[in-house]
């Protein structure tokens, strides 16, 4: 959902930076969305052939995404007799490490999960099989009704990421949106949140204070107003306040701009000023994501892959956008996992069979769709599904929106790697714990950010050589 950067040329760095976070059937042609390439190909392939064709599929997530495309996979080989797919799945946190050992181990799988970050690493080192010729000559797939966004993290041209020849799909696009506890508004008597307005930060404060309470008397709160991740939250504070990680060029570090020195002061006072987040203490004993799954907490982070199990909560949620800093406007992250081919697997049209069946079918969209673990890829599917006010969360609208107007891709994207990026969080606890200012934080972590994206930088050069 979402950042790593490198297969970093036979893999020295390869998914050190999983950021990230925190994701069929025809029996038919048509309906498959998978000729690779000319008619003549896929009529060559799985099936007309009588020869079985044996596909590895790697990938990662939770428990009810893992069953979602465990049944796309069986109906895929329902559709396609001739191929048969084997089964690689693993936690989200050991995929990285199981992923690099298979590259080393010149066991690539056929097809695999891959972040965005790490294309330019693996289409250097020979890695990722180009998609293009497969994806744009198959005349059941229009690129047009897939998210350009997600699309575009899986272009490269060989200089810049974004543009030129495909190299995976979008398993999808993963907007990171604001919860807020509906049923805790309505029994405070507070009006609910403008699902078209963000807060201001002073409006959210207000509110999230009157929602921060002690509920029993005991002396201790147990309902608090917000609980953010500094990791997968900061972003969002620190690019609606006018400031970013990186230049325009993505060569300098600017974590020391004035704006994003406010920013960070804002995400630690919403504990150490405001109360509004419950402190490190209090989120050892209970951390915020079971805080809000028992309704403790007015406001929370939600992805689309949540919406299964947050079917299950005790009380009503919906979507707003994040609060604005001084540009006035909402900012959020949008991830993504691309679904890649091995360049040396033994079945090309097969595995980019598969590939295409996955994401950009529309048989295999509803299934994972019905699965509640993403929005659809298809376009035109995802505005029928937000439309559907009936299923939770009412406003799915906001998802789509992030992902067309205001959301944006973490900053390891654009570098080779992610070290630079990852070690900004490293140190950051003492900062959130009121022992060391934001002003002091960035001076010392900057130059020791930009000497790894110098590095990144030229590693990236002597890549391409």
């Known amino acids: 959902m979402l950042k790593k950067k490198g297969w970093f040329t036979l893999l020295s760095l390869v998914l050190m930076v999983s950021v990230v976070l925190t994701g069929c059937g025809g029996k038919n042609n048509a309906s498959s969305g998978g000729n690779s390439g000319s008619e003549a190909t896929a009529n060559a392939g799985s099936k007309d052939s009588k020869e079985t064709k044996n596909l590895t599929f790697m990938f990662r997530g939770g428990t009810d995404e893992q069953k979602a495309y465990e049944g796309v996979v069986k109906k895929y080989e329902a559709d396609h007799p001739n191929v048969k797919v084997k089964i690689v799945v693993t936690a989200a946190d050991q995929y990285a490490t199981k992923l690099k050992a298979s590259i080393t181990g010149n066991s690539v799988p056929d097809v ?23 994806v744009e000559k198959n005349p059941n797939i229009d690129l047009n009704n897939i998210w350009k966004y997600g699309v575009d993290l899986y272009r490269y041209d060989g200089t810049m990421a974004g543009q030129g020849n495909l190299y995976g799909m979008p398993k999808d696009v993963g907007p990171f949106a604001l919860g807020y506890n509906k049923t805790m508004f309505e029994a405070a008597g507070i009006p609910l949140p403008d699902k078209d307005k963000p807060y201001t930060w002073d409006e959210f404060i207000k509110v999230a204070q009157q929602l921060t309470i002690d509920k029993d008397g005991d002396g201790k709160l147990d309902q608090f107003g917000a609980g953010f991740n500094v990791q997968w939250a ?6 609606s306040n006018g400031a970013d990680w990186l230049d325009a060029t993505k060569t300098k570090v600017t974590i020391d701009d004035p704006k994003f020195i406010e920013a960070l002061q804002f995400f630690a006072d919403m504990q150490l000023k405001y109360g509004i987040t419950p402190s490190t203490e209090q989120a050892q004993t209970l951390d915020t994501y079971q805080r809000w799954m028992k309704g403790e907490m007015a406001f929370f982070p939600v992805g689309p892959w949540d919406m299964s199990t947050y079917e299950k909560l005790p ?8 609060p604005a800093g001084s540009t006035g406007k909402s900012a959020t992250w949008t991830g993504s996992l691309g679904i890649g081919a091995s360049a040396k697997t033994k079945h090309p049209d097969e595995a980019v069979d598969l590939i295409n069946y996955l994401t950009a079918s529309k048989e295999g969209m509803e299934a994972l769709v019905k699965a509640k673990v993403q929005i659809p890829n298809l376009m035109d599917m995802a505005k029928e599904w937000a439309a559907d006010t009936t299923t939770k969360p009412a406003n799915k609208e906001e998802f789509l929106q992030v992902v067309n107007e205001y959301g944006r891709v973490l900053p390891g994207h ?38 790894l994206l110098d590095k990144a930088v030229e590693q990236e050069a002597k890549s391409k050589k």
């Open 112 to 134: 695999f999960y891959f972040e965005s970050g790490d294309l330019k690493a693996y289409v250097n080192s020979g890695v990722l099989l180009d998609l293009t010729s497969y």
């Open 234 to 239: 900061l972003p969002s504070f620190v690019w």
């Open 315 to 322: 009380f009503d949620y919906d979507l707003i956008p994040y």
């Open 414 to 451: 654009y570098t080779y790697n992610a070290e630079w990026y990852n070690l900004f969080y490293t140190d950051i606890q003492p900062v959130l714990d009121g022992k060391v200012t934001p002003e002091e934080y960035v001076k010392a972590e900057q130059p020791k950010m930009q000497k």
